[in-house]
């Protein structure tokens, strides 16, 4: 099957996150012709795509607009494409912040707290604070608030990416993150930038961000972790895979800040690292990720 099958993978995009999804398209492309695929990589640059003929399944490999927001899984279903990751309406909430933290509060994911902010607002939750839009990704347009000073400008540079912005009450603690594939919790990976916070540019910048995986943690506080964070994928609809970004206070108390449906997928990335710890090579990943979505597609009675 795999010698006559031909996988798009669709890569790049329009968002502010294009640089990231062509290195995730790119290596997801080679570990499926390693396996033995036909693959067409397919560099997206307008809000619609037609894959080249013969292609019979979609490896979506965009982050952020037109990626994980559901608009790209919509155009697959309306062409009859199997498609990789969540379905549509799950991408679309995930990518919300806002409609996402509604959904964490209704079914009791512990969530920090937040106020939704529209142009020409102020936030009135006590300092300290996170501003971030409400449709990104990859860290961009988010700054923290640690003193009323600083506010306008945190506005300013959440409102250059989308007309609604979330302020979250700031919790210090350590930075975690929990890779979800099928309905199971990889190992916990915990982020430690060398200075300063987790932000683009310590992101995306080699050698300025440690991880450790498994993160050491005792077994109940990892097993709590993991637990929140399979409740985050569940509670948004999420389906084949995510990674849920988990902050752990001083208590050890897991709070949930977002779940990514289209999480980086190079060799280096966070996902594959949990992946790797539960003994699962990159390609090995890729191809679950396959073989989980054309089961998932299947299950709604859809794409076989």
Same mark, same amino acid.
């Given at each position: 099957?795999?010698?006559?099958?031909?996988?798009?993978?669709?890569?790049?995009?329009?968002?502010?996150?294009?640089?990231?999804?062509?290195?995730?398209?790119?290596?997801?492309?080679?570990?499926?012709?390693?396996?033995?695929?036909?693959?067409?990589?397919?560099?997206?640059?307008?809000?619609?795509?037609?894959?080249?003929?013969?292609?019979?399944?979609?490896?979506?490999?965009?982050?952020?607009?037109?990626?994980?927001?559901?608009?790209?899984?919509?155009?697959?279903?309306?062409?009859?494409?199997?498609?990789?990751?969540?379905?549509?309406?799950?991408?679309?909430?995930?990518?919300?912040?806002? *409609?996402?933290?509604?959904?964490?509060?209704?079914?009791?994911?512990?969530?920090?707290?937040?106020?939704?902010?529209?142009?020409?607002?102020?936030?009135?939750?006590?300092?300290?604070?996170?501003?971030?839009?409400?449709?990104?990704?990859?860290?961009?347009?988010?700054?923290?608030?640690?003193?009323?000073? *600083?506010? *306008?400008?945190?506005?300013?540079?959440?409102?250059?990416?989308?007309?609604?912005?979330?302020?979250?009450?700031?919790?210090?603690?350590?930075?975690?993150?929990?890779?979800?594939?099928? *309905?199971?919790?990889?190992?916990?990976?915990?982020?430690?930038?060398?200075?300063?916070?987790?932000?683009?540019?310590?992101?995306?910048?080699?050698?300025?961000?440690?991880?450790?995986?498994?993160?050491?943690?005792?077994?109940?506080?990892?097993?709590?972790?993991?637990?929140?964070?399979?409740?985050?994928?569940?509670?948004?609809?999420?389906?084949?895979?995510?990674?849920?970004?988990?902050?752990?206070?001083?208590?050890?108390?897991?709070?949930?800040?977002?779940?990514?449906?289209?999480?980086?997928?190079?060799?280096?990335?966070?996902?594959?690292?949990?992946?790797?710890?539960?003994?699962?090579?990159?390609?090995?990943?890729?191809?679950?990720?396959?073989?989980?979505?054309?089961?998932?597609?299947?299950?709604?009675?859809?794409?076989?």
């Amino acid at each position: 099957m795999k010698e006559t099958e031909k996988i798009a993978v669709l890569k790049g995009g329009f968002s502010a996150e294009r640089e990231v999804s062509l290195r995730t398209g790119a290596a997801v492309a080679n570990a499926l012709r390693v396996l033995g695929y036909q693959v067409d990589e397919v560099d997206v640059k307008e809000p619609s795509v037609m894959l080249p003929r013969g292609c019979g399944a979609a490896f979506i490999a965009l982050h952020g607009m037109f990626g994980e927001d559901g608009q790209v899984q919509e155009e697959m279903e309306a062409q009859g494409i199997v498609y990789t990751g969540c379905g549509a309406s799950a991408s679309r909430l995930a990518f919300d912040k806002a *409609d996402s933290k509604r959904a964490f509060e209704k079914a009791g994911v512990p969530s920090p707290a937040f106020q939704i902010v529209g142009r020409g607002e102020r936030p009135s939750i006590p300092c300290p604070y996170v501003v971030k839009p409400s449709r990104q990704g990859s860290s961009v347009g988010i700054s923290q608030v640690h003193s009323m000073a *600083d506010m *306008d400008n945190a506005l300013e540079v959440a409102f250059r990416f989308d007309d609604v912005v979330v302020a979250e009450a700031f919790v210090r603690g350590r930075e975690l993150t929990v890779g979800i594939l099928g *309905d199971e919790a990889l190992p916990i990976v915990e982020i430690v930038p060398k200075q300063g916070e987790y932000n683009y540019d310590n992101k995306y910048t080699p050698g300025r961000t440690d991880y450790y995986c498994p993160a050491q943690l005792s077994a109940a506080v990892a097993a709590r972790v993991q637990e929140v964070a399979l409740a985050a994928h569940r509670a948004l609809g999420c389906e084949v895979y995510s990674r849920v970004d988990v902050l752990l206070d001083a208590d050890e108390k897991p709070w949930v800040l977002e779940v990514n449906t289209i999480p980086g997928m190079t060799e280096t990335s966070l996902l594959p690292k949990a992946a790797r710890a539960a003994g699962i090579e990159f390609g090995e990943l890729c191809e679950k990720i396959l073989e989980f979505s054309r089961q998932a597609r299947k299950n709604k009675g859809g794409l076989a």
